[in-house]
């Protein structure tokens, strides 16, 4: 069962998406929260798989509240989705930064909103290719302090640097093990071996790592 936490300061939005979620089988809603502070509070106390975090928030916003979640070591499992009205902006470019495994606009719908979080707790990439090389290039641009630091891939071997630069450029596990002629079985241990080795919490870091290493490089408009 994968255990969802619901984080948005207007009620109705809230309790709608909490409905939602109890109706999959798979999923269970174990708890709202209506601000930031109160969603660290509920991740600390339930260890959720997912939490869906909604932007703009009373007192401690969403994007802290998701810096606050990501770096804390006894809660490396939990993922956030963060909720946005917008699909490019300043807060998304900001999640990232702060550890989000992606994002979900809020007039997604409510199919695909399901299929999100099961996407996100499973550990695969959440969002279209395209758009992720989109937010990712933008991300990398910006030469902002603060961003993590360049991964290091000395300990990595070149079939794994081969994987990373697939990751980087989108690609499922499915699709890595057909370029690469290999199993599927095989895909996902090199995508695992990467996450441990660069200290990544899921695919969107791993794809973020593939640009500021280089192996994937910004497209030029």
Not at 44 to 59: S, T
Not at 153 to 159: E, I, Q, S
């Amino acid at each position: 069962m994968i255990r969802v936490v619901v984080a948005d300061d207007q009620t109705l939005v809230r309790g709608s998406i909490r409905v939602l979620v109890d109706t999959a089988p798979d999923l269970t809603a174990v708890g709202e929260a209506a601000t930031g502070a109160d969603a660290v509070d509920l991740a600390a106390r339930e260890r959720p798989d997912v939490v869906l975090m909604d932007v703009r928030m009373p007192g401690l916003d969403g994007i802290e509240a998701t810096r606050q979640i990501c770096t804390r070591p006894n809660l490396a499992a939990v993922r956030v989705i963060i909720l946005t009205t917008f699909d490019v902006d300043e807060y998304v470019f900001a999640a990232l930064r702060n550890g989000a495994s992606g994002f979900l606009l809020k007039d997604t719908r409510p199919a695909d909103l399901l299929t999100a979080i099961r996407v996100v707790a499973s550990g695969e990439s959440l969002l279209a290719p395209s758009v992720t090389r989109r937010l990712i290039e933008e991300f990398v641009r910006r030469p902002e302090p603060g961003r993590q630091p360049v991964a290091d891939l000395d300990n990595t071997t070149d079939r794994e640097r081969e994987v990373l630069t697939l990751v980087g450029l989108g690609l499922s596990n499915a699709e890595i093990a057909a370029h690469l002629h290999v199993s599927l079985s095989t895909a996902k241990a090199h995508v695992s071996r990467l996450l441990m080795k660069l200290a990544a919490r899921d695919r969107a870091q791993l794809v973020i790592a593939a640009y500021n290493t280089g192996l994937v490089r910004p497209t030029t408009d």
